[in-house]
């Protein structure tokens, strides 16, 4: 029997790309479940979704809180963590599924920038290198992992950024085994486009480097944009 997936998307003000990655993930798999978890108090990305299907829910602002909130519906065996502006592969299903039965307990895809831009392929090929040497893939690129795993490490860490970095490490100190996949996922490049690639590349790793040494994730969130 094969394994369940469960498609957790945390949005807010995704008013643009919601219907289209949630277009895309039933084509995949007409039956997967599909979990909207809204930031907005008032359901403004929520309300626009044209599935039925989709289940819709608020939570407290903040990717960390959001997913968590949307983790505790889940059904699924596996679950993947999937941004709003990214979209996966067409093999994505069948790609988590197999490395899952080949001994994963959770991984990521490799990031994809929606850009021809050649500077994007050198950030997408450090990014490739922090993960195969640091086990550190960000959300940005579809974290999954199996449902035990998750509950064992306490869940998705409810705090309003860098959860990914917090569950990523978390499940490296359980000594959960990390597969990364060959295929990439498709991401808008809104945010190096509007700050500049070097300032937000700067940006981002200076935050992830203030976490690690004991910012509160409060006052981090207040500095991302």
Known sequence: M?????????VLNEHEHINTVIGQLRLMDSAVEIIVVDGDSSGSTANLISDNSVIKIIAAKGRGNQL???????????????????????SAFEAIRE??????????????????????????????????????PYGDQGIFLQRGA????????????????????R???????F????????TSPRRWKRDGILKRTVHNWSLMLRYFAGA?????????Q
């Open 99 to 136: 490395i899952m039965e080949n001994g994963a307990t959770w991984g990521a895809f490799r990031l994809g920038i929606d850009s021809s831009f050649h500077p994007y392929r050198i950030i997408e090929r450090v990014v490739d290198l922090r993960c195969t040497i640091f086990k550190l």
């Open 216 to 224: 509160d994730p409060k006052f981090l969130a207040s500095k991302y």
């Open 150 to 169: 998750l509950d064992a490490v306490g869940g998705v860490p409810p705090i309003p950024l860098m959860e990914d970095v917090e569950l990523v490490r």
């Open 171 to 177: 499940l490296n100190n359980a000594g959960y085994r």
């Open 68 to 90: 968590a909130a949307g983790a505790v519906l889940a059904k699924g065996d596996i679950l993947l963590m999937l941004h709003a502006d990214t979209l996966l592969p067409g």
């Open 2 to 10: 094969a394994l369940r997936l469960s498609v957790i998307i945390p």
């Open 179 to 186: 597969g990364l996949l060959k295929e990439r996922v498709i």
